[in-house]
């Protein structure tokens, strides 16, 4: 009987510190998962506020004045443009090509 009672006893002392094992893994593991989602909520933000600036950089507004200013464009219009024709071919003849 006392095997038995020794044996018993030694199945609950480990029982009972695989238990607290286990909680203290679930917990750990808990903390890792909740730190996990803080970053994904953070990231979440990050790709949110660069969306917002990526739409603010390429606004219209933005492009037309920093073409204007860096690149110096500006609109055309008939006194600057330049209008260039290409010669009429005939009809019924082949266009020639300079072959060296």
Same mark, same amino acid.
């Given at each position: 009987?006392?095997?038995? =009672?020794?044996? &018993? &006893?030694?199945?609950?002392?480990?029982? !009972?510190?695989?238990? *607290?094992?286990?909680?203290?893994?679930?917990?750990?593991?808990?903390? @890792?998962?909740?730190?996990?989602?803080?970053?994904?909520?953070? +990231?979440?933000?990050? *790709?949110?506020? +660069?969306? *917002? @600036?990526?739409? !603010?950089? !390429?606004?219209?507004?933005?492009?037309?004045? +920093?073409?204007? #200013?860096? +690149?110096?464009?500006?609109?055309? =219009?008939? !006194?600057?443009?330049?209008?260039?024709?290409?010669?009429? #071919?005939?009809?019924?003849?082949?266009?020639?090509?300079?072959?060296?």
């Amino acid at each position: 009987m006392t095997r038995i =009672n020794a044996l &018993l &006893l030694l199945a609950v002392v480990a029982t !009972a510190i695989y238990l *607290v094992r286990v909680q203290y893994e679930s917990r750990r593991l808990f903390s @890792e998962l909740d730190k996990a989602h803080s970053q994904a909520r953070h +990231l979440a933000m990050d *790709v949110e506020r +660069l969306e *917002v @600036e990526k739409r !603010a950089q !390429a606004s219209p507004g933005r492009v037309e004045r +920093l073409a204007r #200013e860096k +690149l110096d464009m500006r609109q055309p =219009n008939p !006194a600057i443009t330049t209008y260039m024709s290409y010669p009429a #071919e005939q009809p019924g003849s082949t266009a020639k090509t300079d072959t060296p």
